[in-house]
């Protein structure tokens, strides 16, 4: 049981914090994120087996409980100042300015939307592999999705989004 933890621990792990860093928007708390996560996926392990599918257990995990921090605790979290303009010269900070600017705009998101979002476009799920993974219904999954795209066209209209997705 150990080293098949171990084993998944090691080679997934990296791809989990990733995802965590994109809920949370913090280094830490994606940290902490996984950490539990992880320690939850190891509990049920035996129950996972060989038949399941760890790494979509951990990561089930990891969604619930990053709603049901959202739910408990609703700090707002600002960035201050205003982005760089551009002024026609290549920016070698650019894509760290991008980076950052997405990063503010997915925490304006209210918490299920941005979970949408991170779930559709960070992750590739399907609606309906969303709408499992939150317990909630496709259509559900659809308002939230076109609902904060339309927040994030507002906060970034540079932003080049999906092609196929209505306005």
């Known amino acids: ?14 791809a989990l914090l990733r995802t965590a860093y994109l809920l949370t928007g913090d280094r830490h708390l994606a940290e902490d994120l996984v950490q539990e996560a992880l320690a939850r996926t190891f509990r049920a392990w ?14 089930r995990v990891m969604y619930h409980l990053q709603v049901s921090r959202w739910r408990l605790r609703r700090v707002v979290e600002t960035m201050p ?9 290549v ?5 760290a300015v991008e980076r950052l600017a997405l990063r503010r705009a997915l925490l304006a998101l ?7 979002v991170v779930l559709r476009y960070f992750e590739d799920h399907s609606d309906t592999e969303i709408a499992d993974i939150l317990n909630c219904r496709v259509g559900t ?10 927040r994030l066209r507002a906060l970034m209209p540079d932003l080049d989004l999906a092609e196929g997705v209505t306005r």
């Open 110 to 116: 209210p918490v299920r939307q941005r979970a949408v």
């Open 46 to 59: 035996r129950r996972i087996g060989d038949s399941g599918n760890p790494e979509a257990y951990a990561r």
């Open 81 to 89: 100042g205003d982005l760089p303009e551009q002024h026609g010269h």
């Open 1 to 14: 049981m150990g080293t098949d933890f171990e084993s998944f621990f090691r080679a997934r792990a990296p």
């Open 91 to 95: 920016d070698h900070a650019h894509d």
């Open 141 to 150: 999954v659809k308002s939230h999705s076109a609902r904060a795209l339309r």
